[in-house]
């Protein structure tokens, strides 16, 4: 069964697949899809960007199919809003004719728009655990009749520290729904959570999830403190396609998204400390093609979902090796081939190094050259620019 037209699903499901142009079932979405469907709970593990959104929106939709109550049926818990606000979409372009729609409640938005949407009986509510437990102390949300919960970044949630607020809204759930818990690990925290909550679940594990996907391209730059930026200006300089930079901290990403507007490219930024609006309008603008540069904070490196990122930079290395996972698989999605580069200098150099052993990579160094002619920062767009980046042949590191 290699197609989602093989799939027992309704003749209404299947023409929104088709009109939305889903063909081929993913690995993920063709050994997780069949259970799920038969009811049973499944655990399910892959890289990011192998179609786990598919994998559970599917038989969640035929749930509510079958449940035309005006009541909640389904919950959808994610990390952060953005991941929420892309699996509404998702849900939305699929959702039939005759079904509700799902009650969007997340945080960093005004609330009286999400208790209306709950009052009105939502079949579906995606949340994110914090708003969520908010509206049930305040009993504006009843999920006492729950049949399917799908957990969605479950190691995401636990790294942000979500476990009390899972426990609290899992509490509050019928002990006999279908529980269908994806991640992109299984951390013990995680496993720890899946004994406790799931009922023999179906394990859906493919390939390696410590490793970036194969059709990601590594690279590495090992530099002297001074020289990130300029590296980076020849790096965007050299793409055409769109490209996300990470930063460690937020008043960084901040600092980093100034300099590229200052220098002319169409560059947008996203991180905690910005409002809702501000977070989407950036990420919007980044998916339209109206920005060329997405400048993130690791918030973005597991909730956003974009098929087409051509390049991921890591302007700063990540602390964990399993950041650097998630950062890097935000490119070489959908079938796509991606581009990763790291820039590394001072003790970044050991850190990237410890990385590259924790996750038993091999990642090509590049070498930087100045030239000797080069140009003034505030021209460097309108020449070539000021340094050529060469391969050291053959050197990888283990």
């Known amino acids: 069964m290699t197609t989602f037209s093989a799939l027992p699903l309704s003749s209404a499901l299947q023409r929104k697949l088709a009109a939305a142009q889903f063909s081929n079932l993913t690995p993920i979405q063709e050994r997780a899809i069949p259970p799920a469907l038969e009811g049973r709970d499944v655990i399910g593990t892959a890289q990011t960007g192998t179609g786990k959104t598919l994998a559970f929106l ?31 979409e998702q849900y939305e372009q699929l959702r039939t004719n005759g079904m509700h729609k799902a009650a969007l409640v997340i945080g960093g938005v005004a609330e009286n728009a999400q208790i209306q949407s709950l009052r009105a009986g939502s079949q579906l509510v995606i949340a994110t655990p914090g708003r969520l437990q908010d509206f049930m102390d305040r009993r504006l949300a009843n999920l006492q009749n729950v049949k399917l919960l799908v957990l969605d970044e479950a190691d995401r949630m636990l790294d942000m520290g979500f476990l009390p607020a899972i426990r609290r809204i899992l509490s509050a759930l019928p002990g006999q729904r279908q529980t269908l818990c994806f991640s992109a690990t299984l951390e013990q925290s995680v496993a720890g959570l899946v004994n406790e909550y799931l009922r023999d679940p179906v394990r859906v594990a493919l390939g390696s999830v410590l490793k970036p996907a194969e059709s990601v391209e590594l690279k590495a730059y090992e530099l002297r403190p001074g020289e990130k930026l300029d590296v980076l200006r020849q790096l965007l300089y050299a793409e055409k396609g769109q490209t996300l930079i990470f930063t460690r901290t937020k008043r960084g990403a901040e600092r980093l998204a100034k300099e590229l507007v200052r220098d002319g490219f169409a560059a947008a930024m996203i991180h905690g400390d910005r409002s809702q609006s501000q977070r989407n309008g950036a990420l919007n603008g980044f998916q339209e093609g109206r920005y060329q540069v997405l400048v993130a904070t690791d918030i973005a490196s597991r909730g956003l979902h974009v098929d087409d990122v051509a390049h991921v930079i890591n302007y700063d290395v990540p602390k964990m090796a399993e950041d650097f996972i998630h950062r890097v698989g ?33 990642i090509e160094r590049l070498q930087t050259e100045m030239a000797t002619d080069a140009p003034p920062r505030r021209m460097i767009q309108n020449t070539l620019a000021s340094r050529t980046l060469t391969a050291l042949p053959g050197e990888v590191f283990v």
């Not at 969640?60 to 109550?69: H, Y």
């Not at 818990?77 to 892309?86: D, S």
């Not at 079938?335 to 091999?362: D, F, M, N, P």
């Open 58 to 88: 599917i038989p969640l939709i035929e749930t509510l199919q079958q449940e035309p109550a005006r009541h909640t049926v389904a919950l959808v818990l994610l990390p952060t809003r953005e991941l929420a606000i892309q699996v509404h």
């Open 330 to 362: 935000r490119t070489g999605r959908a079938g796509l081939l991606g581009r990763a580069s790291t820039l590394a200098a001072g003790a970044e150099v050991l850190e990237l190094r410890q990385i590259e052993r924790t996750l038993r990579l091999k």
